[in-house]
């Protein structure tokens, strides 16, 4: 079936629609459209990247009212008080941001709805804003001389700008930033070890949540030409959360699902009740909460993965390599000092994970650091690569201090590393997660991501890990999820996104473990062809057989201490090594 095929069916649906429906029904299909250009929103933010607002509904009237005020008190144009709106929303959203997406944990959900109510009181109490009585006599939007005054006209402006903004989320999700976006939630080490400014990158989608929000304002002041605070409270918070659940928090047509869902079950509700309930009241609200509730225990993800299991899966085409390279850094000069470690320590409360250790490497060697269990060889490896600071010590990288770097200052510098325990986005693709890794070989941000304006150096990011994972053996993979790979590939998977990001030193955390013996070679002679090509390695590794036929020099740790230092050979016969693995592995 062709792909664009339901798409063509669904608009000749929307665009049918007017002719075949009542008023009121209309009346109910703009509002699903509104409510769904918020939910999109939420499904970037808490679907994708984890981020729980319930404070969406509050930056809807935030342009709700802007609009209401500048055109019924200063009589501008609606077209003319759209960008104030979306400006206004959007400087408050990253004052909010910057204060609130701090927050970790239970803290931002409760922050979100602190903000959530403060802002609705707000509309309650200016006098400006007509109190809790609002602003009435707003007037249509008029485009080209065209009066959108009735819900039939307003419907087609609505619903092009829902399906627009639908298209702008999904083209941001399949992109180098939405890669990032994805990232957010669970992997923010892994992330930053990439160069991604995780930080940076919560507040531009909150800012990206809140626009949103802010265009189905504008579009609901000129809809119902009347705001009060009522419609952008709490309530409204949670629900247009819910419809973000309820469609299927990670994809963007859930939204849209969602809202139609929550929309027509509310008003289905409406009308039932009163029949079933003896005297009146707001009870479609509770059974309503029972209901949602009963959903998600039933179905975590949403109503989305369900109809796509029903859709035919369509297999996606290679990438083409015969695109133009991403651009390399310079290597430094082979055989000089590339890392030195001096006296670097670093304790846990009392226990000292890593003690006084010394050492230096050449670029274009491969290191090895062995020792047992526990002796301290990722906290060195978190050392180097920056994701933890040293208690004390030197680390220089180039004649550069590293100690109190950042794990993105580091990989800006070329410090790569995999880690020991997998650290891929299971339910992305194996080509999306190697992408990942040419984060900062290439540039194109949100917007350009969003408009689809990066398809070019989109196209040399997947060239690039498509020839990364053909290098180790899995360019067969590419479209399936890492998750669902031997847990040796996915180690693969991870030397793959490492070498995606063009090291000059590689950080390789038991890249062995797992690997069957014809795969230890492969990687041992993969290893091998890197250290030709200019990249240095430092390697973790338990498996003796594997480090004593390839590396350079061998480091052993015990108890955080070096133990002895010296070629494979050498310290395989040292009586303190030998001591300490037969106390410490078997
Ligand atoms: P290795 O990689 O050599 O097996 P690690 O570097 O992982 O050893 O751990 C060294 C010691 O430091 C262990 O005793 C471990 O429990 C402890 N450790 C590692 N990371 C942390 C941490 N983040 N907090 C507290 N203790 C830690
Ligand atoms: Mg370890």
């Known amino acids: 079936m062709n792909p664009w095929l339901p798409v063509g069916g669904l608009v000749a649906v929307l665009l049918a629609a007017p002719l075949a429906l009542s008023e009121f029904q209309i009346v109910l299909l703009n509002y699903i459209g509104l409510a769904s250009i918020v939910a999109l929103g939420l499904v970037l933010l808490t679907g994708i990247a984890g981020l729980m607002s319930f404070g969406q509904a509050a930056f809807v009237g935030v342009a709700a009212y802007t609009s209401a005020v500048l055109t019924t008190q200063y009589n501008m144009s609606p077209w003319l008080t759209l960008p104030v709106a979306l400006v206004l929303t959007g400087t408050l959203a990253l004052a909010i941001g910057a204060i609130t997406l701090r927050l970790s944990g239970h803290y931002l959900p409760l922050g979100t709805i602190a903000w959530g109510i403060a802002i609705f009181y707000l509309f309650g ?55 990032a976006i994805r990232a957010l939630k669970n992997r923010v080490t892994m992330a930053e070890s990439f160069g991604i400014d995780t930080a940076r990158m919560k507040i531009v989608i909150f800012l990206y949540a809140a626009l ?39 994809a963007v047509w859930g939204a849209v699902l969602g809202a139609s869902i929550l929309t027509l079950l509310k008003e289905w509700l409406k009308d039932l009740l009163p029949y079933l309930m003896p005297q009146s009241g707001n009870y479609e609200t509770v059974v309503f909460g029972f209901m949602v509730v009963l959903f998600l225990h039933r179905t975590r993800e949403g109503v989305i993965p369900y109809l796509t299991r029903l ?32 006296q670097a320590s670093k304790s846990f ?37 920056g994701v933890l600071p040293v208690s004390s010590g030197r680390i220089s990288f180039l004649d550069q201090r590293i100690d109190r770097m950042t794990g993105r200052e580091a990989a800006r510098l070329g410090i790569v590393r995999t880690f020991q325990h997998v650290n891929l986005m299971k339910n992305m693709s194996v080509l999306e997660n190697v992408a990942l890794g040419a984060h900062l070989r290439s540039s194109s941000g949100v917007v350009a991501s969003s408009l689809r304006l990066e398809r070019a150096e989109e196209a040399r990011i997947m060239a690039e890990a498509a020839r990364q994972l053909d290098r180790i053996g899995l ?67 338990h498996d003796m057989e594997f480090v004593m036929g390839l590396v350079d020099r061998v480091i052993v740790l015990n108890f955080g201490q070096k133990i002895a230092e010296g070629t494979p050979r050498e310290v395989q016969s040292n009586p303190a090594v030998i001591d300490a693995y037969l106390g410490g592995i078997e």
């Not at 485009?143 to 298209?167: D, N, P, Q």
């Not at 035919?312 to 000092?337: H, I, M």
């Open 311 to 342: 859709m035919p899966r369509k297999d996606k085409p290679r990438p083409s390599l015969e695109v133009a390279a991403l651009p390399r850094r310079a290597q430094p000069e082979a055989g000089g000092t590339l890392l030195s470690i001096d």
């Open 125 to 179: 109490n200016l006098e400006i804003l007509g109190k809790y009585s609002g602003v009435a006599g707003i007037p249509s939007i008029n485009l080209f001389g065209l009066e959108l005054g009735g819900a039939r006209e307003l419907y087609y402006l609505i619903w092009l700008m829902t399906i627009g903004a639908s298209i702008a989320v999904r083209n941001l999700l399949d992109s180098r930033s939405g890669r």
């Open 349 to 385: 409360g009392a226990l000292q994970a890593v003690s006084n250790v010394s050492f230096e490497m050449r670029s274009d060697e491969i290191l090895a650091v062995i020792g047992p269990n526990g002796a301290g060889k990722s906290t060195l490896f978190n050392l180097v690569s």
């Open 475 to 541: 360019g067969d993979r590419l479209h399936d999820p890492a998750g669902t790979l031997p847990l040796g590939a996915q180690r693969l998977i991870e030397i793959a996104r490492a070498l995606a990001a063009d090291p000059v030193l590689l950080l390789l955390d038991e890249p062995a473990a797992g690997l069957r013996h014809l795969e230890k070679k492969a990687l041992a002679a993969l290893l091998n062809d890197l250290r030709k090509s200019g990249v240095s390695i430092l390697l973790v590794e």
């Open 212 to 250: 949103l929000a802010a265009l189905s304002g504008w579009l609901y002041a000129h809809f119902l030409r009347y705001v009060s605070p009522q419609p952008f409270n709490l309530n409204s918070g949670i629900d247009y959360l819910f419809m973000a659940v309820i469609g299927g928090s990670g």
